[in-house]
């Protein structure tokens, strides 16, 4: 489990691909990967994965990533040198900043617009009919990893407005028209919504 809250970006070092596989390996600072174990878990851009293989003094972790990964998010985008949202895994005792988050990507949204000023910056992101019931104004949304409140929410799409911290610490700083971003629902709404559909669905047949 993770809290959206996303620790610092990552660079990416080194990929070796194959047609439906790939193996990253991520530059971080060391303090990053302090008692970290093989098999541990790191939201990368909020896709839960699975180190394999790091070396703490060098600042280096890898991942595999299998096909399923790579179709449905935006890992199989990357390339050398690309930076990415890094967030540890959450322990007992930290503190939820953002909201719990599984690092489970549904889908991706495309970035259509962008309008940024010296404090202020909204994005407008276009996603997948299907989820829209699950997005709801002022709900939470996991956007690359990063926990955020809807702004807007419009019949194709919803509405981010993001501040300095936020831009300066994730990669969504660096996002520009086009890009295609990692979105994981609120699993709780999601619930909730599908609870109530269910219930009216039962009504409606009982009627």
């Known amino acids: 489990m993770f809290t959206g809250i996303v620790q610092c970006q990552a660079k990416i070092a080194a990929i070796e691909s194959t047609l439906d596989f790939r193996h990253l390996t991520l ?3 060391p303090e990053r990967l ?24 060098a600042g280096r972790v890898a991942f595999d990533v299998i096909d399923e990964t790579l179709s449905r998010t935006n890992l199989g985008a990357l390339e050398p040198g690309d930076w990415v949202n890094f967030e540890r895994s959450l322990k007992f005792g930290d503190e939820i900043g953002g909201h719990l988050v599984s690092g489970h990507i549904q889908t991706t949204a495309e970035l259509t617009e962008l309008e940024r000023s010296e404090r202020n910056c909204r994005m407008r992101l276009r ?6 019931p699950y997005i709801l104004a002022k709900g939470y949304i996991t956007v690359d990893g990063t926990s955020l409140t809807v702004g807007a929410v419009h019949a194709d799409g919803f509405e981010l407005h993001l501040i300095p911290e936020t831009l300066s610490i994730t990669t969504l700083g660096q996002r520009k028209v086009g890009d295609r971003l990692n979105i994981e629902l609120d699993q709780q709404t999601v619930t909730i919504v599908q609870t109530v559909e269910r219930v009216l669905q039962q ?5």
């Not at 909020?46 to 394999?52: E, I």
């Not at 996603?127 to 829209?132: F, K, N, P, S």
């Not at 009504?203 to 009627?207: K, V």
């Open 127 to 132: 996603l997948d009919a299907g989820c829209m």
């Open 27 to 29: 530059q971080v600072a």
């Open 34 to 57: 302090q008692q970290l174990a093989l098999g541990a878990s790191i939201a990368i851009n909020g896709v839960c994965l699975t180190v394999t293989a790091f070396d703490e003094d």
């Open 203 to 207: 009504r409606q047949q009982q009627a």
